[in-house]
């Protein structure tokens, strides 16, 4: 692993990483977690506040404080391409970290992230109407925000906690959205609400075996993806209902990892972990219920789904020393094997004293992911005060599917007699690479000016600072 000194740099940095992981890791900012290219290729920089955000505070001893600036021009709406270029969708946001050393080796750090991106567009006619047709966004909540608080007991114990928040991916544009529609003439006033975020909890506990290291995250996962009605529709009509989508439904994970120091030539060990999710869900449909004219109508849907997403993997580090320490060379060869499996049952609506069972059968999706990765980072520092970084890293995955559906009869039993089962492969390859420098020009105070391109097209740059001051 490249050692990026502890002193004032300047850096420029630009990067792309490739990522078929199954899990939101690595290369995902928010996570404020360390991966095998990053590590490899120095695009994680070895700094007191990404020890503190990677969960590795052992080593540890001086208090600091950091603070920074984190910019983004998207020129589309999704983060890439070509299309609706314009400046409104510019994201900014901020972050910092601090650490402070107490007595008996114990040492307190906190490291957080927030993105800015909310909104609000609403129009009213001069008697206060509010109409669908025109904005009538009251509020929406689009930021990302993440945080690590990390305490070490000892020299061989440390705790972890870990929260964030960001869109649930494919279920829609925002975590949060309110409209509004009022209507004075029909006396309808109702309001439509839109959950779709992701809120993250996770506790973690390192232990320290001389200079192997094991840590144990335990997290659950509130994924939301629903609308919610509620208000007067008219004259004596009324509405309180929810409409859930597929991926309403809560998760635990478990994602334990060792790192076995072995200095064998180059190698200086080998880390392994898994990362095992469980997810269920029983919400489906239209839930709640409607009152017109003084007649209630309600609404029960349900439907089970349970998922399984894992995998394993094992990483060797390896380094290099040349030219009387001028140039470095790391790599992190991983080998990662995935499993993914989701089961959908049959559905169940009910609509007042109606009923519709059996729309959508069985279905078992079952997926097995191998994925090998090769990050190579180098660094070349000719003189104290300048410093030049490149890297590259090549990805491969096969994804082998096995999708087996039972449709359903008019009463709603399973037809075993229409069964199928389709079975795919697909394979694809990938290559990303970053480069960067930096200026040293003390020992205290860090200095860092980034820019990075997060996809291989520089329609999508993210760009920042951050100063960090260490003392006593």
Request: glycine share 10%; with cysteine.
């Amino acid at each position: 692993m490249l050692k990026v000194f502890n002193k004032i740099k300047f850096v420029l940095l630009g990067y792309a990483l490739i990522s078929a992981c199954l899990f939101a890791q690595g290369t995902d900012t928010w996570t404020l977690d360390n991966s095998a290219v990053k590590r490899a290729t120095a695009g994680q920089f070895s700094t007191d506040s990404d020890k503190v955000k990677s969960k590795d505070i052992f080593d540890l001893q001086r208090a600091f404080f950091s603070a920074g600036y984190l910019g983004g021009g998207s020129f589309s709406q999704n983060g890439g391409g070509t299309a609706d270029i314009t400046p409104t969708t510019f994201n900014s946001g901020v972050q910092g970290a601090f650490g402070i050393p107490f007595a008996n080796g114990m040492y307190l750090g906190f490291a957080a992230r927030y993105q800015f991106n909310d909104s609000a567009d609403i129009t009213k006619d001069k008697n206060g109407n509010v109409s669908d047709l025109t904005p009538n966004n009251l509020w929406t909540i689009n930021s990302k925000v993440a945080l690590r608080a990390a305490l070490r007991i000892s020299e061989t114990i440390a705790v972890h906690y870990y929260f964030g928040l960001q869109p649930n991916t494919g279920t829609g544009p925002s975590i949060y959205s309110l409209d509004k529609v009022i209507d004075k003439n029909t006396k309808a006033d109702y309001s439509m609400i839109a959950n779709n975020g992701v809120w993250t909890h996770e506790i973690a506990a390192s232990i320290k075996f001389g200079e192997h290291k094991l840590t144990i995250p335990v997290g659950i996962v509130f994924h939301a993806d629903n609308q919610k009605q509620k208000g007067t529709y008219g004259d004596n009509i009324e509405g309180n209902a929810v409409s859930y989508g597929n991926n309403d439904y809560i998760s635990l994970y478990l994602n334990p990892e060792f790192n076995l120091a072995l200095a064998a030539g180059p190698m200086t060990g080998i880390t392994v972990g898994a990362n095992l999710e469980f997810g269920v869900n029983n919400n489906f449909g239209q839930n709640g219920s409607y009152t017109a004219n003084s007649t209630e109508t309600k609404y029960e849907g349900k439907q089970g789904k349970d998922r399984f997403d894992g995998d394993i993997y094992a990483s060797f580090p390896l380094s290099w020393s040349l030219a009387n320490d001028q140039v470095k060379l790391a790599m992190e060869p991983k080998l990662s094997l995935g499993l993914v499996v989701t089961n959908t049952g049959n559905d169940y609506q009910k609509i007042g004293n109606g009923q519709t069972t059996g729309r959508a059968g069985y279905r078992s999706d079952v997926r097995f992911v191998p994925y090998a990765e090769l990050p190579i980072g180098t660094t070349w520092q000719p003189v104290e005060w300048w410093q030049l970084r490149a890297g590259t890293a090549l990805m491969i995955q096969a994804e082998a599917a096995w999708i087996t559906q039972v449709p359903a009869k008019a009463d709603g039993s399973l037809d075993e007699s229409l069964k199928t089962v389709n079975t795919s492969l697909t394979t694809k390859a990938g290559i990303a690479g970053f480069f960067g420098m930096g200026f040293i020009v003390g020992e205290d105070f860090n200095i860092d000016l980034f820019a990075e391109v997060s996809t291989l097209s520089v329609n999508n740059l993210n760009f920042g600072g951050q100063l960090t001051y260490r003392f006593n």
